[in-house]
């Protein structure tokens, strides 16, 4: 093992860098140690990356929703560009536009092509030609939707005795057992697609476990993840790699092996669920950072961590199983001087919504330190694609930049001077309701999304209806990071007239150049269906592990 460590380490020096992904879901910028002054405690390895690497602390997902999210960051582009806006069902028929190209695609064109390894979530589409392996990726092994989109044969530590498993909750999905015989609602699956095009069969074939165990998700994951990393470190004939790793969690239902990580958190009460939840997250990204190490692949190897959007706070989802926006409150909206009421973080454009955790290590290369520009996951695609030496196509505008000086450390190096923040169905004009310009953040339109529910079923905050505004609602997020006080328009008239020019050069350029459609229609009968003779699509191809 040394000696191939060894040469492994040789013909990396010759090679274009590896990239991991690593894409937390619903998790807030609070919830990670090294963004709170280490008041979280349960996010030891996430820390310890940050520390050895670089902290964005004005880094953004591409969307607020899971979907749409995941979109944005595997194509560089935001979703009035892809139409994909919303999230897709279990019912879907369709996925992501086939005109999209991922950045699994385009690292296949690189002078060294890359193996391209994916991991957990994907909700671009489950059926053929939409699935992971057949947009770019060699493998992949995980869940076509969130882990609440069906029933279970387990109850997730997240579920409480009163919830009712017969029609389940996003806390706590359904009991496959207790669904009536006539129910189109089935097994949340998994899939293990072991080569290009669902393995050169219909998808469905590639479901080998439906539904799927939530508190075994994790460990599976990590030693997939380690497995993948050992066999390119051992390889006679290395070849650079992606591995894009899509945490389900800490998405409902929350859900961990209890045996290691019944009392990782010291969290009060049911509040320990989610501290629980996040500290398995984090400790399946410390196994998968040490497998880097441990091949001698860690200075040829770039790692990106950061997720899809905040925290949960909606009205289907109980206070105590979501986690911290932070400082980001959006104190505007919640104010009946305000917006009113409502939750402020997934969902919605304020910062809780999409500002996320953002770290960067690359031994040797990536300078160590805190970075306060404002980046996206929107780069992603361009960083990468340059440091691959793929080219970009040129029939299509990307959203992102290029971070490659600002993660050498290179004087002069800056991130986006606008950044547009998509919601809804994203079209003209309050498909992008919000825009940063530098230290500023304006909005056309402001709104709360339904607010979590508090354990007496009432909840935490009234919604707050639609506002309009102009001239445009203006903070300074720099200086006021809740978001609580606008500025008076008239004091700043440069800044509203550079505003209301940049949404008209961004709308320009959306109705002028490439744009796909995306069909959001289905039925029950595309439901993924491992085995259409059993009650809930029940199949298990494969031994499962032992639980508690």
Not at 55 to 82: E, I, N
Not at 285 to 290: D, F, P
Not at 357 to 385: E, I, K, M, N
Not at 443 to 453: A, N, R, Y
Request: overall charge negative; some cysteine; aromatic content about 8%.
């Amino acid at each position: 093992m040394a000696a191939h460590m060894l040469l492994a380490a040789a013909a990396a020096a010759a090679m274009p860098p590896n990239f991991v992904i690593l894409f937390l879901d619903d998790h807030g910028w609070g919830d990670v140690g090294c963004n709170t002054n280490g008041s979280v405690t349960e996010t030891p390895h996430i820390d310890a990356l940050a520390a050895e690497g670089l902290r964005f602390t004005d880094f953004h997902a591409g969307f607020s929703v899971c979907t749409a999210s995941r979109g944005a960051l595997l194509t560089g582009r935001t979703c009035p560009r892809t139409g994909v806006c919303g999230n897709f069902g279990p019912s879907a028929q369709y996925g992501m536009a086939l005109q999209e190209r991922t950045v699994a695609d385009l690292l296949k064109t690189a002078p060294t092509p890359y193996a391209t390894h994916m991991l957990g979530k994907w909700h671009l589409g489950h059926h053929e030609p939409y699935s992971p392996t057949y947009r770019g990726f060699d493998d992949w092994m995980g869940l076509p939707f969130s882990g609440d989109m069906g029933c279970l044969d387990s109850t997730p530590q997240g579920c409480r005795s009163s919830y009712d498993r017969t029609v389940g909750n996003p806390a706590c999905p359904a009991l496959c057992s207790l669904l009536p015989a006539h129910s189109t609602v089935v097994g949340i699956p998994r899939y293990d697609s072991a080569a290009a095009n669902c393995t050169g069969h219909p998808c469905n074939d590639d479901i080998v476990e439906q539904p799927f165990e939530p508190k075994a998700l994790n460990a599976r994951y990590a030693a997939r993840a380690t497995s993948i990393i050992e066999e390119h470190a051992a390889s006679d004939h290395p070849t650079p790699f992606l591995l894009y790793m899509a945490f389900a969690h800490t998405h409902t239902p929350l859900a961990y092996d209890e045996t290691r990580f019944g009392n990782a958190s010291s969290r009060p009460g049911r509040a320990q669920i989610y501290g629980n939840t996040l500290a398995e997250v984090d400790d399946a990204v410390g196994q998968i950072v040490r497998a880097v190490d441990a091949a001698g692949l860690a200075q040829s190897t770039l790692i990106l961590l950061t997720a899809d959007n905040g925290p949960a706070d909606l009205g289907v989802v109980p206070c105590e199983n979501i986690g911290s926006q932070g400082p980001f409150e959006g104190a505007w909206q919640k104010s009946r001087h305000g917006g009113g009421g409502g939750g402020t973080a997934k969902t919605t454009v304020w910062e809780g919504g999409h500002r996320t955790v953002g770290l960067a290590r690359w031994p040797g290369t990536v300078r160590p330190g805190v970075s306060g520009a404002l980046v996206s996951t929107l780069d992603f695609v361009p960083t990468l694609a340059k440091l691959a030496g793929a080219e970009l196509p040129t029939d299509r505008v990307y959203d992102g930049v290029d971070l490659g000086p600002l993660l050498r450390g290179e004087k002069g190096a800056a991130g986006h001077s606008t950044l547009v923040h998509p919601i809804g169905e994203g079209t003209y004009p309050l498909g992008v309701p919000a825009m940063r310009l530098g230290r500023y953040k304006a909005f056309i339109e402001t709104e709360g999304s339904d607010s979590c529910f508090l354990p007496d079923g009432t909840h935490r905050t009234g919604r707050g209806g639609k506002m309009r505004h102009d001239p445009p609602l203006i903070f300074d997020v720099e200086a006021d990071p809740a978001e609580s006080t606008p500025l008076d328009p008239d004091t700043i008239p440069e800044v509203v007239q550079s505003i209301r020019a940049a949404f008209a050069e961004y709308w320009h350029s959306v109705n002028t150049t490439l744009r796909s459609a995306t069909d959001y229609g289905g039925s029950p009968q595309y439901r993924p269906c491992g085995n259409t003779s059993a009650p809930a699509c029940r199949t298990h191809h494969e031994e499962q592990p032992a639980l508690p």
